[in-house]
């Protein structure tokens, strides 16, 4: 391939410096500041990603901590989210073991619905961190009711594989759907009155309408179509 027939990358250092201006100054309305629509040209690009990606890296995380006032370290929300869990499997594990039949039920969906909130973030952190994407902060957020967030390095998000990007979105969402099913895998032998075993196939069944009416919408499925179209190049607009 000659000279010619490489394309020089697009210029966009004036574009982000405004951008990266205007939220010192204040203003983190990134989609109105037309952030993404850059960052969506960008990500398709590997030139434009390694050119631009550090920046754009401190633009999402200048406006992130403007927003998000309540944030504490990675390693910490890891911790507590574990420790969360352990607690889970401990009451899946006292279930098969009390005397009560009604106890023994409170147990087992104790356990599903803590997995579902607990083990959601740590599969993004871990998928991510597989594939090269840091993480810098756990905060509350989400679409209602609150939940713990993860917030990624936009920099070090933007220079992983995009498929990779996508499958670390999914992984989250596919734990969480899991978890009240795994739960119900102790329900056998446990002596848990049917309705616990009911309620856990209500509580996901409910989770996976959720993400088929909500997720595909605002969430980590439609992030992991997002990710998708750009591996397959077909970058959209945020």
């Known amino acids: 391939m000659t000279e010619a027939a490489i394309s020089a990358p697009v210029d966009l250092s004036a574009d982000l410096d405004r951008i990266e ?12 500041l037309g952030f993404w629509r850059l960052v969506a040209h960008v990500k398709p690009d590997r030139l434009l990603v390694d050119r631009y990606g550090d920046q754009i890296g401190r ?11 309540f944030r504490m370290p990675v390693w910490v929300g890891n911790t507590i989210l574990l420790f969360g869990a352990a607690v889970g499997l401990a009451a899946a ?8 039949e009604t ?24 998928v991510g961190y597989m594939v090269s994407i840091r993480f810098t902060d ?15 390095d936009y920099a070090t998000y933007l220079k992983a ?16 759907k899991l ?27 409910i989770t996976i309408v959720t993400d088929l009416t909500l997720s595909v919408k605002k969430s980590d499925w439609k992030k992991f179509k997002r ?10 607009i945020i």
């Not at 201006?21 to 109105?32: M, R, S, Y």
């Not at 633009?59 to 006032?69: P, Y």
């Not at 990710?227 to 959209?236: C, F, I, L, N, Q």
Request: hydrophobic residues 55%; charged residues 10%; positive net charge.
């Open 93 to 100: 594990i006292v279930a098969r073991s009390v005397s009560s």
């Open 21 to 32: 201006a205007a939220v010192q100054a204040g203003n983190t309305d990134l989609k109105a």
């Open 179 to 205: 978890s009240p099913f795994l739960a119900l895998a102790f329900w056998p032998g446990s002596g848990a009155p049917w309705w616990s075993a009911a309620a856990l196939i209500a509580i996901g069944v």
């Open 59 to 69: 633009i999402d995380g200048a406006a992130f901590r403007a927003f998000a006032r």
């Open 103 to 126: 106890l023994a039920g409170f147990l087992l969906i104790a356990a599903g619905a803590i997995w579902t909130v607990t083990l959601h973030c740590p599969t993004h952190w871990f």
């Open 138 to 152: 756990y905060f509350v957020g989400g679409p209602p009711p609150p939940r713990p967030g993860l917030k990624s």
């Open 161 to 176: 594989d995009p498929g990779s990007r996508a499958w670390m979105h999914a992984f989250g969402a596919i734990v969480s």
């Open 227 to 236: 990710e998708r179209a750009v591996a397959k190049g077909r970058a959209s």
